[in-house]
């Protein structure tokens, strides 16, 4: 059970193509994000979607598997882990991000 204490999965598309990064030592890092959606109806019986954008990043052989395939609009399932760093902005105040460390891509849909 240790292995799922932070694991993500996500089935969506491709908001822009990645942008990729080539770093000292041979480094390399893709970010990309998706977007996923949840269809539903409101108490009124409308059918509402709900749209939830996922900002992703990927390392090494997994960036370089994102640069070669991956495309805005593509659909794709990834599988990660959440991941949340600070950084201090240009006025000086403290920020976090939350973002899904990706180790798996899967690419679904059609070939095109």
């Given at each position: 059970?240790?292995?799922?204490?932070n694991?993500?999965r996500?089935?969506?598309?491709?908001?822009?193509d990645?942008e990729?990064?080539n770093?000292?030592?041979?480094?390399k890092?893709?970010?990309?994000?998706?977007?996923?959606?949840?269809?539903?109806?409101n108490?009124?019986?409308?059918?509402?979607?709900?749209t939830?954008?996922?900002?992703?990043?990927?390392w090494?052989?997994?960036?370089?598997?994102?640069?070669?395939?991956?495309?805005k609009?593509k659909?794709?399932?990834i599988?990660?882990?959440?991941?949340?760093?600070?950084?201090?902005?240009?006025?000086?105040?403290?920020?976090y991000?939350?973002e899904?460390?990706?180790?798996e891509?899967?690419?679904?849909g059609?070939?095109?």
């Open positions: 059970m240790s292995s799922i204490r694991s993500v996500l089935i969506g598309n491709l908001g822009q990645p990729i990064k770093l000292e030592g041979d480094k890092l893709a970010k990309f994000s998706i977007a996923t959606k949840e269809i539903y109806k108490d009124a019986g409308e059918k509402v979607t709900e939830q954008w996922h900002n992703l990043s990927a090494g052989n997994t960036a370089t598997i994102a640069e070669k395939y991956l495309k609009g659909e794709v399932a599988e990660g882990k959440l991941v949340t760093r600070s950084y201090t902005d240009k006025e000086g105040i403290k920020k991000a939350t899904i460390l990706v180790n891509i899967a690419l679904l059609s070939a095109n």
